[in-house]
């Protein structure tokens, strides 16, 4: 493959127009000839630019309202043709075809036509056909065509043709030949998936998606791991569309728990104050109250001493009250819909902790699919948007919850989603007052999250462990009575779970004897 090669001969088409004037304007000023198409052509004549219309070139008219402008042999031929062989340039020859140099080309805006809930036939229409095919075939003859994608490479270009007397060297050409494959599959990619969607496939023959980096972290979990964060354009408000307001870069480890900590406020709505505090994606103390202030404080009543160094999601607005408690002790991050200007002017009194704006709260993940990657393939499946209500409740037990138990009872089981399993979650309240993650059994969680309880008593001054008079959540069945009355011990007086043990009716007994009250919901939430 030849290295400097000069550019003579560009073809523009830009459906996003951005810097293409100046980029046009250092072309010309190399002597290059312009063709272009459409409202390209146009913008650069107005810019005063001399331009050839690919139909001059085709001597064929556009057609069907631009479907068909370049899909032309006297286009693809120029762009495919490889200089060094004969029988190309005597192919070339004798059909008058002319090399085409360079290829400028941003497609069609299908992705944001997606984002902004256009119709199916305006979405179709969306769909680029004549230029991916363009940009496929420069890239494939990137040995001498050099293909332009994304306008923040129009400098790149512009400064190998000033530093080398208007040419531009292979490997920045190959450079742009592998970004400009990554751009055609990742476009294709997107349609794929609308369309999978737009038919309701849920498991397709073969699964395409798509991200584009908007970040380089400087390590994954440790140092030693490269890593980077990827969005795949969905406009709905999560972490992905957050605004850092404040702060240190975000770190790998950051941005987990922030989503973890964001996804689990969003379940509870906007009806009441709620806060979460997330460690190592797990929650050490969730709480709802009457404010924002309150709800911090008991959240933070649950486990002291995990909280340190975490991170805070709230389902409302940020105030002034609660950036002040937040900011008392070592956070991380505080991630939450808005924060009023006073909020913000406390949490910038502390700038090492990153404040992330969302803009409101995560929608249920309906459509989407929870990606998880193995050793030479992917695990994939819906994400666990269920919500227990308490219509959905059986009771098995003799005794049925209080309504302030039931009341707690669906909080608990709430949260309990949103832990690593096996999960038991000890709630009071409103309030989360233990909480045990991700063991190998549940009976060891549920001594964990007894053992938390009693420390944060100790720890609030307190005589009596938080779980006294609490209720307590399961993510999965108890499949012996031991873990239910290792929570009983604690002080647990009801109990919420799936159900669906093949000794259910010992658990039941064991309750009863005990004078739990106990309700199942059938439907269980593991989180690995």
Known sequence: MPDLLPIRRA???????????????TLA???????????????????GLTVTDVSEVTGFPEIMDGRVKTLHPLVHGGLLGRRDLPEHQAAMDTHNITGIDLVAITLYPFEETVARGADFDETVENIDIGGPAMIRSAAKNHAFVTVITDAA????VAGALDAQSGQVDAALRRELAAKA???????????AQWFTDEVG????????????????????????QAAAFYTTGDRRASLATAEQVQGKELS???LNDADAAFSLVSDFGTERPTVAIIKHANPCGVAQADSLADAYARALKCDPVSAFGGIVATNQTLDAATAEAITRIFTEVIICPDAEPEARAVVAGKKNVRLLLTGGLAAPRDSDRLVRSLAGG???QGWDNARTVAEELKVVTKRAPSAAEMADLLFAFAVCKHVKSNAIVYARDAMTVGIGAGQMNRLDSSRIAAIRAAEAAETAGEAASLAKGSVVASDAFFPFPDGMLAAAEAGATAVIQPGGA????????????????????GRRHFRH
């Open 11 to 25: 073809l523009l088409s830009m459906s996003d127009k951005q810097g293409l004037v100046p980029f046009a304007q």
């Open 29 to 47: 000023r190399f002597g290059v000839e312009l063709v272009s198409t459409g409202g390209t052509a146009r913008a650069l004549r107005e810019a």
């Open 153 to 156: 490479d129009y400098d790149r």
């Open 181 to 191: 494959f990554r751009r055609t599959a990742a476009y294709d990619a997107r349609i």
């Open 201 to 224: 496939e849920t498991d397709p023959e073969r699964l395409t998606w798509t991200a584009e980096r908007a970040q380089s972290l400087r390590y994954g979990e440790n140092p030693h």
């Open 252 to 254: 790998y480890n950051n």
């Open 378 to 380: 992917f695990l994939v």
């Open 502 to 521: 093949m000794r259910d009716d010992a658990v039941i007994e064991a309750a009863d004897a005990a004078g739990l009250a106990m309700v199942f919901t």
